[in-house]
């Protein structure tokens, strides 16, 4: 888990699964990088996310999982 002021992500996973959480609480768009260079599916928006980052809007939040 890494927080910095108001921003928090963190990651679950198991053998078969892994998911990211991403919170901002900034009232400016953040830029979130992500370690793995994949394909994710935003499980609140249904959108597929490619590639190593992420911008969230001010007062947002993504639940990503890794798709195969």
Do not use: C
Not at 17 to 36: A, K, P, R
């Amino acid at each position: 888990m890494v927080a910095d002021g108001k921003t928090l992500a963190y990651k679950r996973f198991d053998a078969q699964d892994e998911i990211i959480v991403l919170f901002n609480l900034e009232s400016t768009h953040l830029n979130f990088t992500l370690l793995i260079n994949s394909t994710w599916v935003d499980l609140l928006t249904n959108k597929q996310i490619k590639g190593t980052s992420l911008v969230l809007k001010p007062f947002t939040a993504a639940i990503l999982k890794k798709s195969e």
